[in-house]
């Protein structure tokens, strides 16, 4: 079982709030990954780090920003949140040993801005 | 979507039968993997094959890959109530950008 967790599970917040996501992970590993995921299913990567300090935009744009301090911890934050970004979000971190490594997800948090 | 095609987006079969799902990926990749998700949960790996495999198997599992057709397919043999889920295919470019990319998944419903 992945040690790779998030919190909160649920949120449900008002519109023009500040939140931040947390994500955590005791594997050591270097690359973590957040996805957007909506109704329909089809996972968007917003955001992935290499290591500490190190971090970059996804293939979807996202008005969130992440930021990585500790190797464990790689937090998503909403400066302004507004209903278009209810969603589920999907934290993820692999082994930075060889290119054969698979993703090891939490079990999301899904945010509901209302 | 992002990376290309699962296909079906939704499938139920009767318990005992097989399940064949496939995938069509754009660009040139590394490897492919294959994900399950139960609903309001996070995605759990399943499979992994490289992009000089074409073939490879994991209990009921069993992935194949055609790099020329950008292709690949999961069949899940004598399914079971609790393979209902939704399957995900993903691919690892290798590049130094590191990314694995989903494509649009195939909703299972296996019906007892």
């Known amino acids: 079982e992945a040690d790779i967790y998030q919190t909160p599970r649920y949120l449900v917040i008002g519109t023009g709030k500040k939140i931040t996501l947390e994500c955590s992970q005791t594997?050591?590993?270097?690359?973590m990954y957040w996805y957007q995921q909506d109704p329909g299913m089809e996972l968007h990567l917003i955001h992935y780090?290499?290591?500490?300090?190190?971090?970059e935009k996804g293939d979807l744009s996202s008005e969130s920003t992440v930021s990585r301090i500790r190797t464990e911890h790689f937090p998503l934050t909403l400066e302004s949140a507004r209903p278009s970004h209810t969603s589920q979000y999907l934290c993820a971190s692999r082994s930075n040993r060889g290119e054969n490594s698979p993703l090891h997800f939490g079990n999301g948090t899904r945010l509901t801005v209302t | 979507s992002q990376q290309g095609e699962e296909d079906p987006q939704a499938l139920s079969i009767q318990e005992g039968e097989n399940a064949t799902m496939n995938c069509s990926y754009k660009?040139?990749?590394?490897?492919l993997q294959w994900y399950r998700q139960n609903s309001g949960r996070g995605l759990v790996h399943l499979i992994l094959i490289r992009s000089n495999e074409r073939e490879k198997h994991s209990g009921r599992l069993r992935v194949t890959l055609d790099t020329s057709k950008k292709s690949s397919s999961l069949l899940i043999t004598a399914s079971r109530a609790a393979d209902t889920a939704s399957y995900f295919c993903?691919?690892?470019?290798?590049?130094?950008?590191?990314?694995?990319?989903f494509g649009s998944g195939t909703r299972l419903s296996i019906r007892p």
């Open positions: 780090s290499y290591g500490v300090n190190s971090t």
């Open positions: 594997m050591g590993h270097d690359k």
């Open positions: 993903a691919t690892d470019a290798g590049s130094s950008a590191s990314k694995i990319i």
């Open positions: 660009t040139s990749i590394n490897n």
